[in-house]
Nanobody, 124 residues
Framework: QVQLVESGGGLVQTGDSLRLSCAASERTFSTYIMGWFRQAPGKERQFVGAINWSGSNTQYTDSVKGQFIISRDNAKNTVYLQMNSLKAEDTTVYYC?????????????????WGQGTQVTVYS
């Protein structure tokens, strides 16, 4: 059982940057693919990006390419989501998730463990 705890959300202005962190309880964290998703009220959970176990491979949804960067520190059991040039439409709850798969997946069903989410609000 992997427990994930996100942090770093908050209220920022348009154009600002924010870094979300997701700390995992499991010492085998380095064997999991880690993903970031976001979900607005009443909408489906949307894939943001994912990173493989070593950090050598990442995948992003088109709308955040060049804007968001995912990284991980296996020594700290933590994955990060660096969000730059934030826009109002980035406002929502962000979730991290862990997958035991060996290929990066964008589908939420591929992820077995989820954090509780952290709110990001961007105002103009």
């Amino acid at each position: 059982q992997v427990q994930l705890v996100e942090s770093g959300g908050g209220l920022v202005q348009t154009g600002d940057s924010l870094r979300l962190s997701c700390a995992a309880s499991e010492r085998t964290f380095s064997t999991y693919i880690m993903g970031w998703f976001r979900q607005a009220p009443g909408k489906e959970r949307q894939f943001v990006g994912a990173i493989n176990w070593s950090g050598s491979n990442t995948q992003y949804t088109d709308s955040v390419k060049g804007q968001f960067i995912i990284s991980r520190d296996n020594a700290k059991n933590t994955v990060y989501l660096q969000m730059n040039s934030l826009k109002a439409e980035d406002t929502t709850v962000y979730y991290c998730a862990a997958s035991p798969q060996r290929v990066l997946f964008a589908l939420p069903d591929a992820y077995d463990y989820w954090g509780q989410g952290t709110q990001v609000t961007v105002y103009s």
